[in-house]
């Protein structure tokens, strides 16, 4: 896979929520137990996403690595976890692609619970040793990507980042983080343009945002990164509280994709199959991003 060209030629639609979803349908405790436990749900998620129209899916891992799975004591299950979450998207992906248009697996490398600049509790090493245990298991999963989300914290990030290229240096890397309430700062109140240049961002293949409190934060941002870097951009905002409903959420989607500031876009917590569908709907009507290409 070439995600540079496809960025290049098409805005691509990334998948909507998976944890909100799989919570609303009655999973509790550790979400990513149901990649062994329940894999049925899991998967049928996957295919709802990408039968609304997602051109790539997440794997549901996002707390998959061994610090968030230590207050449940299922951290020794961090790689056999991972690989079950990217298996099952693989399979799903696989079942909906055809060679005129492929999907594609996103194995999502969550932040951990430790934030490296505030955290008192943790070491570097701890962090790098976590994130090497998701990383593998999403890499012999068979994700074509990995998506280091919700990002609050460079110093994790380049962790995560350095783990990705050690263990499948082929595959690409699309980073996404976090806004702060604070506007033009991410979440652990760094400016977005010192975040930026803390980040390895020549290993990127795409950077942006995610989550936050719905699509409005991110329109700034998004804005005031795109001066800021020349890689493709991603968005992918959460419904916000109060949740915005999915044609609001389209809309306010499609001013940034009219300015062709996006590569990338799709739906964090609280959003469904059907703003995915909205989204590609978006999608197809405007250009992408233009970027440099490495």
Request: proline share 4%; charged share 20%; net charge neutral.
């Amino acid at each position: 896979m070439n995600l540079e060209q496809l960025l290049a030629k098409n805005i691509l639609v990334l998948d909507g929520a998976i944890g909100t979803m799989l919570i609303g349908r009655g999973a509790q405790g550790a979400l990513e137990m149901l990649n062994v436990l329940s894999p049925e749900a899991v998967e049928s998620l996957h295919e709802e996403y990408l039968e609304a129209g997602a051109d790539i899916i997440t794997t549901n891992t996002t707390c998959a690595d061994a610090l968030c799975l230590t207050e449940r004591g299922l951290q020794e299950r961090s790689y056999e976890l991972a690989r079950a979450g990217a298996e099952l998207a693989r399979r799903a992906a696989d079942k909906y692609s055809t060679s005129e248009r492929l999907r594609f697996v996103a194995g999502s490398v969550g932040p951990t619970s430790r934030n490296l600049t505030l955290a008192n509790d943790t070491t570097p090493e701890a962090v790098a040793e976590a994130y090497a245990d998701v990383v593998r298991g999403l890499n012999d999963g068979g994700v074509d990507m990995f998506l280091v989300e919700s990002v609050m914290d460079a110093k994790n990030a380049t962790i995560a980042i350095e783990q990705c290229q050690a263990i499948a240096p082929e595959k690409p890397i699309v980073l996404s983080a976090v806004l702060s309430r604070i506007e033009g700062r991410v979440a652990n109140g760094a400016t977005i343009a010192k975040f930026v240049e803390d980040l390895p961002t020549d290993k990127l293949a795409a950077i942006g945002f995610n989550c936050t409190n719905g699509v409005k934060p991110i329109v700034a941002a998004v804005r005031q990164l795109s001066s800021l870097t020349t890689l493709p951009i991603v968005a992918y905002p959460a419904a916000g509280q109060p949740k915005v409903a999915a044609n609001h959420f389209a809309k306010e989607m499609e001013q940034m994709c009219r300015a062709s500031e996006l590569n990338i876009i799709g739906g964090c917590c609280g959003t469904t199959p059907q703003y995915t569908a909205l989204l590609k709907k978006v999608a197809l009507r405007w250009r992408p991003r233009k970027f440099v290409k490495k």
